[in-house]
């Protein structure tokens, strides 16, 4: 059984810093994808960003282009968003989230509906 735990949400001021972590288990598949997802009160989830299992292809909204960076380390089966120049609207849940598939498309790798398995979720909030 595939299992998904984020961690590392908070509070955080405009223009910080924080990394989330995505600790996964169970593949049985080299072939997958790993997405960020977020859901603020009152609105749909949206895609954040993908990374694309085994060649390590990324994939960002625009919203945060620029500003996240998604990676993996193997060797611990976690997967990270290193988030930087928090604003205010980035304020949600963080939610990781796993497919045995490949996305060739950032509107695929966005897609929750593609996602099978889900993590709890993580409070992020930016204020000051």
């Known amino acids: 059984q595939l299992q998904l735990v984020e961690s590392g949400g908070g509070l955080v001021q405009p223009g910080g810093s924080l990394i989330l972590s995505c600790a996964a288990s169970g593949f049985t598949s080299d072939y997958y994808a790993i997405g960020w997802f977020r859901q603020a009160p009152g609105k749909e989830r949206e895609g954040v960003s993908c990374i694309r299992s085994p060649d390590g292809t990324t994939y960002y909204a625009d919203s945060v282009r620029g500003r996240f960076t998604i990676s993996v380390d193997n060797a611990k089966n976690t997967v990270y968003l290193q988030m930087n120049s928090l604003k205010p609207e980035d304020t949600a849940v963080y939610y990781c989230?796993?497919?045995?598939?490949?996305?060739?498309?950032?509107?695929?790798?966005?897609?929750?509906?593609?996602?099978?398995?889900w993590g709890q979720g993580t409070q992020v909030t930016v204020s000051s």
């Open positions: 989230a796993a497919a045995f598939f490949r996305p060739i498309t950032t509107a695929q790798a966005m897609s929750a509906p593609l996602y099978n398995y």
